[in-house]
């Protein structure tokens, strides 16, 4: 009879776990489905608003008249130089595929979706993790959310108004030869605009990354402190690859992603000392 009490005592925890297992399986089921639907609610109003997004926002970085690229005109001018006067050369684009417009505008519909609803997709993953966390850290939630969306939207700004239109720049008015003309396909301009935009709104995350990777001990300060001129040397190159070549455009990217590592040493220091002062009442 213990036996079988056990037993049944045992088939009982088993299927409370599964049960907790369903449970997180259907919960997140309900924040993805939430989230698709803000992604698109908001596509959908990008699709109706192709003129505006596609004149106004993903091909103004090619103008000469782009917001960036008066401002750096107006100020190499001021310094004496025109190389800061980007775009000056009418950059063609063109369309090669049947329905490639079309499916263009469909894409950039759904990227624009997801870009808008970060924030709201950014809040159903923390309303996701939050049950796993602890009580002191639950209160941190919602500022939780509010960096990490803030965060991304600041490296997709950061990257629409001064790396996109600095590569388009480069790219497109490099020639191996004077007899090669370049004439961009639209799916390789869109391409570049939107894989720039994400990664940069990617790596202005590295706080938060920064944050949780000491949170569990895989990165410490004095690492990430050691290693600062190796991260320097990356942020420099990576910027004399996006730009043309010259230090001032050089200068320009290089210091708002090397004050990010910054930035994360001291958010890693923070998040280790915090540790560390929870740790001393348990060693006695």
Request: net charge neutral; charged share 15%.
């Amino acid at each position: 009879m213990a036996e079988k009490a056990s037993a049944k005592k045992k088939q009982q925890e088993k299927n409370e776990n599964e049960m907790t297992f369903w449970d997180h399986l259907e919960a997140l089921r309900w924040h993805l489905l939430r989230s698709f639907i803000a992604v698109l609610v908001f596509a959908i109003g990008a699709f109706i608003a192709r003129e505006f997004i596609f004149d106004t926002i993903i091909l103004a970085p090619k103008s000469q008249e782009f917001f960036t690229n008066v401002m750096l005109c107006k100020m190499g001018t001021a310094l004496g130089t025109d190389a800061l006067c980007f775009n000056t050369m009418n950059i063609k684009i063109v369309n090669i595929e049947m329905s490639g417009q079309f499916l263009i505008h469909l894409y950039i519909s759904i990227i624009s979706g997801i870009i808008i609803a970060i924030p709201y997709i950014i809040g159903e993953i923390w309303a996701f993790i939050r049950p796993a966390l602890y009580p002191n850290e639950q209160k941190y939630t919602t500022g939780a959310v509010i960096v990490t969306s803030l965060l991304f939207i600041l490296g997709v700004l950061f990257s629409y108004f001064l790396i996109v239109p600095l590569t388009i720049n480069f790219l497109g008015t490099y020639q191996v030869s004077e007899t090669v003309s370049n004439t961009i396909a639209l799916r390789s301009y869109i391409s570049t605009v939107v894989s720039l935009t994400f990664a940069v709104g990617l790596v202005f995350e590295l706080p938060v990354f920064v944050f949780f990777l000491t949170k569990v001990g895989l990165l410490t300060p004095g690492f990430m402190r050691r290693n600062r001129k190796y991260m320097l040397v990356i942020v420099l190159v990576l910027a004399a690859i996006i730009t043309p070549a010259d230090i001032f455009s050089q200068i320009l990217v290089s210091i708002p992603l090397y004050g990010l590592y910054e930035l994360s040493i001291t958010v890693s220091r923070y998040v280790y000392k915090k540790q560390e002062e929870e740790d001393v009442p348990e060693a006695h």
